[in-house]
């Protein structure tokens, strides 16, 4: 029996968590990727997200400054949104206003520590 051709088969597994789905366009066809293709593809999907939260681990400030813009954001809904972001990004008092977000954090932190041992 001759070797059969497995590269565009389906997949026998679901993309990976919190991923967009294999591009299925029709019967027996996988779409755009070959399935060696796919697994390559979800293997860098998945090493780009390990590396992505390492990051933002080690960088606590990006998630001060996100939640800090948003915030103002959804307070002040503003009508020109990229005025409103330049104006809030080049602020002078930012990097004190992060550094006190950031020493907040890392109290709650401490207490949520103590909290769990108790």
């Known amino acids: 029996m001759a070797d059969r051709d ?8 679901d993309a990976p968590h919190g991923m967009e789905p294999y591009d299925m366009s029709s019967e027996g066809n996988l779409g755009a990727l070959s399935q060696d293709q796919q697994e390559k593809l979800n293997r860098f999907k998945i090493k780009t997200r ?8 080690e960088h606590p400030e990006v998630e001060c ?24 990004f080049t602020d002078s008092d930012l990097p004190t206003a992060i550094e006190r977000k950031l020493e ?4 709650r932190i401490k207490q949520n520590r103590f909290l769990q041992k108790v």
């Open 65 to 88: 400054l996100i939640s800090g813009f948003l915030q103002s954001v959804l307070t002040s809904r503003p009508e020109n949104i990229r005025e409103f972001a330049a104006e809030h």
């Open 104 to 107: 907040d954090r890392q109290q």
């Open 50 to 57: 390990i590396e992505n939260e390492k990051y933002l681990r």
């Open 6 to 13: 497995t590269s565009h088969q389906i997949p026998q597994h």
